[in-house]
């Protein structure tokens, strides 16, 4: 399914031009057929998309919210994604611990007195370890969306790659609202699984103390068809759109510090550690 889409895909390019560098700065976010990692992009992309429909994220949330995947430390979760490539990842291919420092401390160097901030760039994609136990990238990775309502125009690939999902068709999914009222708020809407919800909810079911608006953070950073794309604003509670600065804030560092400009990890460490022991100690429930 997912080679034949690329090849459909390749065909009308016209599909996928509007969501080329759809933030400010050229040369991020490119997912046209024209970038280099364009084929394993899209085919992470077609995979969620045929799959990410609402039994598909009650299986998960079922699956991985009985937090008895192991009980690890921070540092150990980073450790274990040394060697892990975002594959729908379409600005870097290098390992996401990488990211997590660069992230970090573009963070750290704007909002030096929120030292929460830096530590939720530092942790924000600690959700991908359900790629290293067992879990397809499509149900780990990439932009996050709203099930159980009408697909939202500005989701990557919109046009090719939800065809044989089966909420398309089916009446009680695909009108504006869905299952949801309006304004009903995001923390009541099902979104399609992935490493925010995940990590989100392992940092509430242990008891962290990082501020709301760094759990907010971390829990919709990748819902870019909102915060970028402009769609769901229906769903939204006023607490929603009071959060929605963070979120642009955080991503700011999250997209635009991915580069093969390396810092110092090891010296940068320790600092990261006493964050860890202030707001996240200790072994974690995963």
Known sequence: MAASAVETARSNPDDLFKYQNDCDRPGYRDFSHENKRFENVFNVYANMHANQCVEFVQQMRKKWLNFEHGEYAIMEILEKLSDFEDECDPDVDFPNS?????????????????????????????????AIWGEPQYATVGDTFVVGAEFAPSIVYRETTFQNNPDLNDPRYN??????????????????????????QVLKHNNCNIPEEGLYCIRYHSFYPWHTGGDYDHFCSDKDREMKPWILKFNEHDLYTKSRDFPDMEELRPYYQSLIDKYTPGKLKW
Not at 103 to 115: I, Q, S, V
Not at 177 to 198: A, I, Q, R, T
């Open 175 to 200: 009108t504006k609202f869905g299952v949801y009222k309006p304004n009903c708020g995001l923390d009541n809407v099902l979104m399609s699984w992935g490493h925010d919800e995940y990590l989100y």
């Open 98 to 130: 990488f990211h997590a420092f660069q992230t970090a401390e573009g963070l750290r160097k704007k909002y030096p007195d929120k030292d929460w901030l830096h530590l939720c760039g530092f942790i924000h994609d600690l959700g991908k370890i359900m």
